[in-house]
Nanobody, 123 residues
Framework: QVKLVESGGGSVQAGGSLRLSCTAS????????MHWYRQAPGNDCELVSY???????YYADSVKGRFTISQDTGKMTVYLQMNNLQPEDTGVYYC?????????????????WGQGTQVTVSS
């Protein structure tokens, strides 16, 4: 059974930090591209970052220099360290394995998705 479980969300003030974790099971984690997406109310699902099995990474321009993705293959866990958080970072953050949104919505039929974790940043 495939499972992706996110944790680490919460409420912080602008300038604060959070570290999201996503622990996976039931599929070949080391062969997958692990993604972090986010969705704010009224907005499309947005790709935040991903990491490949060669540890190459991608970041959206809006988070470059503030967010860092990493993974521990042995623990089948991917992390997203988020520093200098801003109100525009508010949303539900989803972990996905080889996942792509559909119709602007996260948690599509493409790939495996976690249930999401809420991040709220107040000014």
């Amino acid at each position: 059974q495939v499972k992706l479980v996110e944790s680490g969300g919460g409420s912080v003030q602008a300038g604060g930090s959070l570290r999201l974790s996503c622990t996976a099971s039931g599929f070949a984690f080391s062969d997958s591209v692990m993604h972090w997406y986010r969705q704010a109310p009224g907005n499309d699902c947005e790709l935040v970052s991903y990491i490949k099995n060669d540890h190459s990474t991608y970041y959206a321009d809006s988070v470059k220099g503030r967010f860092t993705i990493s993974q521990d293959t042995g623990k089948m866990t991917v992390y997203l360290q988020m520093n200098n958080l801003q109100p525009e970072d508010t949303g539900v953050y989803y972990c996905a394995a080889d996942g792509f949104p559909s119709g602007g919505v996260c948690r599509s039929v493409y790939g495996y998705w976690g249930q999401g974790t809420q991040v709220t940043v107040s000014s």
